[in-house]
Antibody, heavy 121, light 113 residues
Framework: QVQLQQSDPRLVKPTQTLSLTCVIS??????????WNWIRQSPSRGLEWLGK?????????EYAVFVQSRMTINTDTSKNQLSLQLNSVTPEDTAIYYC???????????WGQGTLVTVSS | DIVMTQSPLSLPVTPGEPASISCRSS????????????LNWYLQKPGQSPQLLIY???TRASGVPDRFSGGGSGTDFTLKISRVEAEDVGVYYC?????????FGQGTKVEIK
């Protein structure tokens, strides 16, 4: 059974860097058949796709335009996990952040439990 | 970006009665294979992550009751519940995964009358 286990809630101050992890069990972060995505949800902006990473003989990453200058997705194959780093956060980055698996023809079939991130001084 | 528009945004339902949610995309979601539509439906229950109900517009995910069905083509898609049960309450989302950035509808809140 595949599971995505995310890190605990975070309280981050404005201008600081947010770091989140997603530990994968039952699948491989370097699988050539899936991509690993970050999605966030807030009352004001709804569900927003942030970016993805995937391995096809080498690593690829792709980011949504509105975060690409501030966001980095990394993987750690030894821990079978992916991570998100978001720089220069503002209160507008307050949201629940999800990691999610995409397989086949765009099937996002598995979500982590989510991490609540609050950006406040 | 592909814009996803759902309607209605709120749907009071009576148990045992049918329900239907519409999702419209700003461009066709037909995959380059000419056969599949890259449209997923999710249900998010309170305090939980979204759970996959329907993928490729009309295929039920594993374990999803057969009272849920998805249909549509091009830019117009529908999720139908043949007979609503109390456990079906929550917010339903459509999502396009044809091209990134993947985008979601605003959500339809289904509640029992």
């Amino acid at each position: 059974q595949v599971q995505l286990q995310q890190s605990d809630p975070r309280l981050v101050k404005p201008t600081q860097t947010l770091s989140l992890t997603c530990v994968i069990s039952g699948d491989s972060v370097s699988s050539s058949y899936v991509s690993w995505n970050w999605i966030r949800q807030s009352p004001s902006r709804g569900l927003e796709w942030l970016g993805k990473t995937f391995y096809r003989s080498k690593w690829y990453t792709e980011y949504a335009v509105f975060v690409q200058s501030r966001m980095t997705i990394n993987t750690d194959t030894s821990k079978n996990q992916l991570s998100l780093q978001l720089n220069s956060v503002t209160p507008e980055d307050t949201a629940i952040y999800y990691c999610a698996r995409l397989r086949g023809l765009g099937i996002v079939d598995l979500w982590g439990q989510g991490t609540l991130v609050t950006v406040s001084s | 970006d592909i814009v996803m528009t759902q309607s209605p945004l709120s749907l009071p339902v009576t148990p045992g009665e049918p329900a239907s949610i519409s999702c419209r995309s700003s461009q066709s979601l037909l995959h380059s294979n000419g056969y599949n539509y890259c449209l997923n439906w999710y249900l998010q229950k309170p305090g939980q992550s979204p759970q996959l109900l329907i993928y490729l517009a009309s295929t039920r995910a594993s374990g999803v009751p057969d009272r849920f069905s998805g249909g549509g083509s091009g830019t117009d898609f529908t999720l139908k519940i043949s007979r609503v049960e109390a456990e079906d309450v929550g917010v339903y989302y459509c999502m396009q995964s044809l091209v990134s950035p993947y985008t979601f509808g605003q959500g339809t809140k289904v509640e029992i009358k």
